[in-house]
């Protein structure tokens, strides 16, 4: 995997001219012709003036400092902001779902995918232009059998490109540390004890010895028991509000933290391989999991681990993950695998018992002020109060999915952006800016780059669906789909490959 990452390029700098060329097609959408014509006119002067010194700065920035900053210099706070969520899909078997035996099942399948890691086993990320050859065996086999100094070009050859997997690194035992300005992130490469949150209080054990073998299945269960039995009320103070404060708040406390002697289960916390969350909650609905996925009620989560594995107390499980370290990728392929593991080789089944003797886990205790203490209540009063105005709703829309949009060789993105601009359009009566994030992890080190769906094909055919019903055939109707389609096909590949 990493001599394959190793011959990737950088994201390159796009010319001046192509990023003006870029933002004129999508503001042509969105203005009457004098308006455009009058941004053409202030585009073009800017192209060929101040343009041209702030693109010199430009490429002089990016050979001097990495693009990563950005992420660590934002000092809103990362719940609600910034930390997305992953839910999992319930074990097919309905007796698996119960909370600890998917909680054993899930960690085991995670560290199993931590070794693979490790160890350099994990097949390279790659993208394919043309999806049918990530199906094909002789292909797959044929880039296994490449010398690793040559796969890159194998795989270029076929129009298929391995992806950048550095952000694999900050997946396990990683942590954002909050400092004034800008945060860091931290990594240990040595620590093998799971962070347990309970009602707002921490556990730690050890699930990998030195030679990173697996605690046996029975006695991470008999833990995850002994966690659930003793943590059975609130914590008197839910420290972990802190971690949902605006940055430089939650600084200055965490150093008020330090000072008063609990840098060592800060550290406990900061290096453990992930966060686990045992939630006292049943959500109902997809509404109820939505909420409890991203936010909870703030007192059972640490939102600046790398990632926390979440499972409730009806077995309903998902992953809530800093932002600041990596993108959907490195965590979409952990979660898709880390599933399908626990699914298929469960380490525990319904009727298996937990070890009856074990080691007691670790109960991280915090020596607090009043000072301490009053930012707790702050914050939480802060985080109540965002809590309550988010609202969430959800639909399912079930006449067709991406099976169907594929097979009329369609892009399944492009319909739903389709879809997404003729709700908007009918909703406001008029076409509106949109963004869409498109991974740059065919580059060294990338990350995301802008889609502008917003486009000329999208304003025609939308008011064709809309303002223009029935005037075309379905022939021309379904010509005017196939346009969208292929050009949002087009500018993903343009912002996918730089």
Known sequence: MQEICSQIS????PKLEDTINRYLAAQKPLLNDDQYRHTEKLAREFENGMGMVLHRDLLEHDRNRPWYDMYLSARDPVVFNYNPFIALNPDPKPEYNCQVVRATNLVVSSLKFLNSLKNDFLRPDIYYVNPKWGQNKIFRHFLRILPPSVSWYGAYMMNAYPLDMSQYRSLFNSTRIPNLNKDTLFTSEFARHLLVMRNGHFYVFEVLDPFGNILHPSEIQAHLTQIIYDA???????????TTEDRNTWAAVRQLLVQKG????LKKI???VFCLCLDDVSPQDETELSHCMLHGYGFNRWFDKSFSLIITSNGTAGVNFEHSWGDGVAVLRFVNEVYRDSTEHPA????SSPALFVTSCDKLEFKLTHAITSAISAARMKFEEKRKKLVFRTFRYNKFGKQFVVSQKMSPDAVFQLACQMSAYRQYGKFVPSYEACSTAAFKHGRTETI???SVYTKKCANALIDERGKYSIEEMRNMIDECSKYHRRLQLEATLG
């Open 10 to 13: 950088r994201l390159p700098i």
């Open 452 to 454: 502008r769906p917003t």
């Open 232 to 242: 059975d009320r609130l914590s008197a103070f839910e420290l972990s509000y802190l």
């Open 262 to 265: 609990n840098e060592e289960n």
């Open 348 to 351: 525990v089944l319904p009727s």
């Open 270 to 272: 900061d290096s453990a």
